[in-house]
């Protein structure tokens, strides 16, 4: 069994709370760099196992169509991190969360495509339906955090066109890569273990860098 509470009830929310608020995340400032946020949403399923959403976007979008990733989008002037990641959980899957929501942060990502994504964890308490927008989610996963504590996670990899090895996780019999899976990975070490484990050096597989 894992050493962490699975269940998803308030128990695991003050052990995510004390950890993930403890926790020093880092910013990057990169001027040229658009900025984004993701909701690194916890929800629970069914059975009440506490659950990361992530979805499949839907493969007509122009930039990274068909790929694995954590609802989120472009800031808006004037934007927190917070309030953009809690809209975009709104906008792409009809899930609809109040500022009491928000645990904390986890470490900024800096792109290949340009963008500085900053990760919020969010915090949702009971079961809902989500309704994915169609236009920009194919299909919406709820991943029990349970099934990643595995002796695989990460998996590392090396490509020729750099020298930073690219970082992966085994989610729903396939691999999702960072930056999505860097998040997932620093969720995991960060609230579940209490460990300061830093993601954004890793790097993004090629077909991510456009």
Same mark, same amino acid.
């Given at each position: 069994?894992?050493?962490?509470?699975?269940?998803?009830?308030?128990?695991?929310?003050?052990?995510?709370?004390?950890?993930?608020?403890?926790?020093?995340?880092?910013?990057?400032?990169?001027?040229?760099?658009?900025?984004?946020?993701?909701?690194?949403?916890?929800?629970?399923?069914?059975? %009440?196992?506490?659950?990361? %959403?992530?979805?499949?976007?839907?493969?007509?979008?122009?930039?990274?169509?068909?790929?694995?990733?954590? *609802?989120?989008?472009?800031?808006?002037?004037?934007?927190?991190?917070?309030?953009?990641?809690?809209?975009?959980?709104?906008?792409?899957?009809?899930?609809?969360?109040?500022?009491?929501?928000?645990?904390?942060?986890?470490?900024?990502?800096?792109?290949? =495509?340009?963008?500085?994504? =900053?990760?919020?964890?969010?915090?949702? &308490?009971?079961?809902? &339906?989500?309704? *994915?927008? *169609?236009?920009?989610?194919?299909?919406?996963?709820?991943?029990?955090?349970?099934?990643?504590?595995?002796?695989?996670?990460?998996?590392?990899?090396?490509?020729?066109?750099?020298?930073?090895?690219?970082? =992966?996780?085994?989610?729903?019999?396939?691999?999702?890569?960072?930056?999505?899976?860097?998040?997932?990975?620093?969720?995991?070490?960060?609230?579940?273990?209490?460990?300061?484990?830093?993601?954004?050096?890793?790097?993004?597989?090629?077909?991510?860098?456009?």
């Amino acid at each position: 069994m894992p050493a962490y509470p699975i269940e998803h009830d308030d128990v695991l929310r003050a052990w995510v709370e004390a950890r993930v608020r403890r926790f020093e995340w880092r910013a990057i400032e990169s001027p040229g760099s658009r900025r984004a946020a993701v909701a690194v949403t916890l929800a629970p399923n069914r059975e %009440l196992r506490s659950c990361f %959403l992530l979805t499949r976007r839907a493969k007509k979008l122009t930039h990274h169509g068909g790929q694995w990733a954590l *609802p989120g989008g472009r800031m808006e002037e004037g934007e927190s991190a917070a309030d953009a990641a809690r809209r975009e959980l709104d906008e792409e899957l009809g899930l609809s969360l109040d500022a009491l929501a928000i645990v904390g942060r986890l470490d900024d990502f800096e792109t290949r =495509s340009g963008f500085v994504i =900053s990760p919020v964890v969010l915090w949702c &308490e009971d079961y809902r &339906e989500l309704t *994915p927008d *169609p236009r920009e989610v194919a299909r919406a996963y709820r991943v029990p955090i349970a099934d990643l504590d595995r002796p695989d996670v990460p998996i590392l990899s090396h490509i020729p066109q750099s020298d930073r090895p690219v970082l =992966s996780m085994p989610i729903l019999g396939g691999k999702v890569h960072a930056p999505t899976a860097a998040f997932i990975y620093q969720l995991l070490e960060v609230a579940l273990y209490g460990r300061a484990t830093r993601v954004a050096h890793y790097e993004q597989p090629v077909f991510a860098w456009r």
